[in-house]
């Protein structure tokens, strides 16, 4: 199974402009035709992890699910800080899975080999993020549900600090210490995959990874210095590519958009059928089979 998680679009209204070079709208564009050109294997789901408008204006959540119309597969969406939950549910209201009549906009989707939880980490009239004892409560009794089935959370705010002041002040202020001791009774989690920090962060948090998606948009620039840099910029946008293989879960971080250069290196690599044995074998490869000149 093939996760694809983007995050923080931030769609504007068409005609807005760039943000430090970035057309945050083409940006969004660009990876569902790079989520649509994956052949082997395909994508089976995209996780978008919040911040999906700039504004949370409802002109810009017609903009998204106008953008979202050319996507192949199955699609999920959860709210981040810039986002309003009225008008996202006036949006996408629609949807199966978005809840009409709750405060909170999370769910679970159970229609896959991984079970996905999303959980709805923002806190209204702030930026920052907050678990309340509702939200951890609703987790706990979602994750008893199924304990024997592999499950996922995906969540806006990342539940640890990334070491970027600014962002951290904007980050999950109240739950993460509950948040972990809930992880570690429920041993099915394999994961929790957050958005907000506009970089790919790796930690952990009660015995489990936590994954931090790049955006579509612009990066934040990265500056571990105390007060540091309040910078945005226009570095690649990227997605987290989550696979399962029935036993583990291998995280990527994929570039959006094409790379300049590529180079075939079975035809420069000396003896290459043995070496496509022995790797199917499991087996090592010898220097003896010479190197590819190349790259030597």
């Known amino acids: 199974m093939l996760i694809a998680q983007i995050s923080d679009l931030h769609i504007r209204k068409p005609g807005s402009g760039k943000t430090a070079g970035v057309d945050n709208n083409e940006g969004m564009a660009a990876a569902i035709r790079e989520i649509n050109s994956f052949s082997s ?4 789901v995209v996780i978008i992890t919040g911040d999906l408008a700039d504004r949370g204006e409802p002109v810009e959540y017609e903009t998204l699910a106008g953008l979202l119309k050319p996507l192949h597969v199955p699609w999920f969406l959860l709210p ?6 009225d008008a996202l549910r006036q949006g996408f209201g629609r949807l199966p899975y978005m809840p009409r009549n709750e405060t909170f906009c999370q769910y679970v989707v159970e229609d896959f080999p991984l079970r996905i939880i999303a959980l709805d980490t923002t806190v209204a009239d702030h930026h920052h993020g907050g678990l ?18 592999p499950t996922m959370i995906f969540m806006h705010h990342p539940p640890i600090r990334v070491g970027i002041d600014w962002m951290d002040s904007l980050g999950l202020l109240s739950g993460a210490v509950d948040l972990a001791q809930i992880i570690r009774q429920h041993p099915q989690v394999l994961g929790i995959h957050c958005g907000h920090i506009h970089r790919t962060v790796q930690a952990s ?13 612009y990066a934040v620039m990265l500056d ?5 840099k309040v910078m ?7 997605m987290h590519l989550h696979y399962w293989d029935g036993a583990h879960v291998v995280t990527h971080c994929a570039p959006i958009g094409r790379a300049d250069e590529t180079l075939d290196l079975i035809p420069l690599m000396p003896n290459w059928k043995l070496r496509l044995e022995l790797m199917r074998q499991g087996k090592g490869i010898p220097k003896s089979l010479g190197s590819c000149e190349t790259i030597r």
Request: overall charge negative; aromatic content about 2%.
């Open 132 to 149: 309340c004892p509702v939200r951890l409560t609703w987790l706990e009794e979602r994750l008893a549900e199924a304990p024997g089935k």
């Open 80 to 85: 981040g800080n810039h986002d309003e939950r």
């Open 205 to 217: 948090l009660g015995g489990v990874p936590v994954g931090v998606a790049p955006s579509t948009c």
């Open 224 to 228: 571990l210095l105390p007060e540091g």
């Open 232 to 238: 945005i910029a226009s570095e690649p946008p990227g």
């Open 41 to 44: 294997p395909a994508a089976d």
